[in-house]
């Protein structure tokens, strides 16, 4: 099994920064992650994509972030960052961490998520 713990959330004015940060562990050996990712669900919408980035450093991002959110990772340390910067109160939600294509020993899941991080941006 693998864990996915994140951190970096809190309240911050509209304008702010924040840095989220996700580590992945395993009680086994992480062997490759392909894809790691940011999700977010505010009160009452659905989980919505947020940024994703490949093993091999591609990014992808949804329209309401780009030029302000930047994501990052370390493979060596199964981690991935997610940097936002000009919050806006509308990204106000709860941002859950995501590791899909986990390789591990012994075999396991593929696809694993973290129990989120509330971000909120006051007005």
């Known amino acids: 099994q693998v864990q996915l713990v994140e951190s970096g959330g809190g309240l911050v004015q509209a304008g702010g920064s924040l840095r989220l940060s996700c580590a992945a562990s395993a009680s086994g050996r992480i062997l490759s992650i392909n894809r790691m990712g940011w999700y977010r669900q505010a009160p009452g919408e659905q989980r919505e994509l947020v940024a994703q980035?490949?093993?091999?450093?591609?990014?992808n991002y949804a329209d309401s972030v780009k030029g302000r959110f930047t994501i990052s990772r370390d493979n060596a340390k199964n981690a991935v960052y997610l940097q936002m910067n000009s919050l806006k109160p509308e990204d106000t939600a709860v941002y859950y961490c995501a590791a899909e294509g986990v390789v591990t020993i012994p075999r396991g899941d593929m696809q694993y998520w973290g129990k989120g991080t509330l971000v909120t941006v006051s007005s």
């Open positions: 980035i490949t093993r091999g450093l591609s990014t």
